[in-house]
């Protein structure tokens, strides 16, 4: 037995000398999260978003891609980016050649801390809070339900934060993918549709007279995956969810696909009703559609579970068909902070929505929830 020993560690140390095997080797990430890192930045008005970041770690084999992804919450419940299969799912994106990035909304998960002084400077977080004390930390439990749509700006500081990552090579924001559950999933529509208003200021040292615009940063836009969607924010306020989707599809022909579980027949019902509008004719379009998960009611998030279909549909099926369709978009360079934004809805003057030096834009809430 101790011959035996002794011929093991000497055949691991020659395994050692030849360079086969290492003890100081890097760990490798857990199982199932690809290689993945810890992330935090900042909304316009002060909330210290966590997320998670896949970065593009194919090099030019990538698909040039980048996907959100945009966790289901509930009022009363709450929600977060490690629920269900969000980890899974932004993990088989890296190793499909996409880079991702998750994140809680503010008041969920690890996205709960803001500067006091900034973030209650702005009127509408008022709604974030109960009783007259200013604290330096948020939680869902307290939002009214008219105070949900502003979380599309999270997704505006988030869309900033890839911007960043762009210009350093990790990610390419030329092609943007949103995928969100429930009101997430709404909220993705909301700013999907900002998106196509939103222009970057075409000479930033310009401070007189009406600002000359480029293109609407939509144009970045290559796809929504929705999964049940919901009409409503905050559990019980109704948006106008179809003219947004109707917009996104029909006027500017972003790819979307409506995933529900195939028990799930309300969710069924307003799919259908939403391609109805967006497609009125007959003639099927190609990468707008329904997809229904066999084998279950589950609905939002929880239809990313491992026994499900649906993450290998979503990245292996559907996304493989619009980046095939999509024609390739190089990177460019973002430079945020130098940039000034506006937003130009329809029948309205433009408004600065980003200043230069702002590391994040904002989103025009009020001009698009009255549509």
Known sequence: ?????????????????????????????????????????NSFDGVELKGTFWPDVSGRKGKDATVILLHNFDPRKGGSRSQDGWDSLGAHLQRDGYAALSFDFRGFGDSKSVDKNKFWAHKQNALARRGP??????????????YYPYLANDIAAARAFLDDRNDAGECNTSSIVVIGAGEGATLGALWMESEFYRRRQKDPSAMFGNPALLDPEGRDLAAGVWLTISPYLGGRLQVPLQKWITDLGRTNKV????????????????????????????????????????????????????????????????????MD?????????REVRKNRWYSQPRGRAPQMVKDVGDEAPWVDVHAFMSR
């Open 1 to 41: 037995m101790v011959s035996s020993c002794r011929a093991c560690l000497a055949a691991l140390t020659l395994l050692a000398l030849l360079g086969l095997i290492s003890s100081s080797a890097p760990a490798q990430p857990a199982k199932g999260k690809g290689d993945s890192k810890t992330v935090t930045f």
């Open 133 to 146: 004390k200013l604290t330096d930390a948020i939680d869902h439990k307290n939002f009214q339900a008219n």
């Open 255 to 322: 790819p979307m696909a409506f995933v529900f579980g195939k028990g799930d027949s309300a969710s069924a019902n307003r799919a259908r009703q939403y391609l109805k509008q967006i497609n009125p004719t007959t003639k099927k379009l190609a990468l707008t559609g329904e997809q229904a998960i066999e084998g279950t009611n589950l609905t939002g998030s929880a239809l990313l579970q491992g026994s499900l279909s649906t993450e290998k549909w979503i990245v292996q099926t559907y996304l493989t068909k619009v």
């Open 325 to 333: 369709e999509r024609a390739k978009r190089l990177r460019v360079s």
